[in-house]
């Protein structure tokens, strides 16, 4: 079996540091506040994002872990498509990216894929009972609905696979002359 790599195609590289500055940035101004919210509302404590979801909680009726991080999921996933329709384009026009943030489509992408994330993370901090019957236990005294679950694994998913596939970490390949697939 014959592998070739396209001679025009640029070669797969790594990140700038700029790009991967701005990401890192961007990631720990988003989850720190998290964090430090994780741990103020697992211990009882009243925060911002607690006293918005009782509000968001009381418009709708929806439970105070299901109401606010749904709808952020909601508007992360629409940001994530926005991204990816005008993203498409560009690289139809003109190839590989030069990293993950190379263009401004890839701006909207990795908030969305962050906010899905953080959708995840404020649910899991505000499962407080009474809780569905389909629960996941986190710790001994923290219990967490399945869809929390499916928010936090899609995120940490999504978030895993944001920089590898804008990197330009898949290679051009064609088959051999003989039409056989390359091993």
């Known amino acids: 079996m014959l592998l070739v790599v396209e001679p025009t195609a640029p070669p797969a590289g790594g990140a700038a540091l700029d790009q ?34 009782d509000r968001v909680s009381a418009l709708d009726g929806l439970p ?4 606010l991080p749904g709808y ?23 190839g590989r990216d030069e990293g993950p943030l190379a263009n401004p489509s890839h701006f909207p992408i990795m908030f969305g894929i ?5 959708a995840g993370v ?9 809780l569905p ?20 694994g899609a995120g940490l998913i999504a978030a895993a696979g944001f920089p590898p596939t804008t990197c330009g970490t898949v290679c051009s390949v064609r088959t051999s002359p003989s039409g056989a697939r390359p091993t």
């Open 72 to 94: 952020l999921a909601l508007l992360s996933l629409i940001a994530c498509a926005f991204g990816v329709y005008w993203d498409v384009p560009i690289h139809m026009q003109n």
């Open 133 to 152: 019957r389909r629960t996941v236990k986190l710790a001994p005294t923290w219990r967490v609905p399945m869809g929390t679950m499916v928010l936090l």
């Open 20 to 53: 991967v500055l701005i990401a890192a940035g961007a990631f720990a101004a988003i989850y720190v506040p998290l964090g430090i919210f994780l741990l103020r509302e697992r211990d009882g404590k009243p925060t911002v994002i607690g006293r918005l979801a």
């Open 64 to 67: 105070r872990w299901a109401g």
């Open 122 to 130: 404020i649910s899991a901090g505000l499962a407080k009972a009474p």
């Open 114 to 118: 962050f906010g899905f994330l953080a």
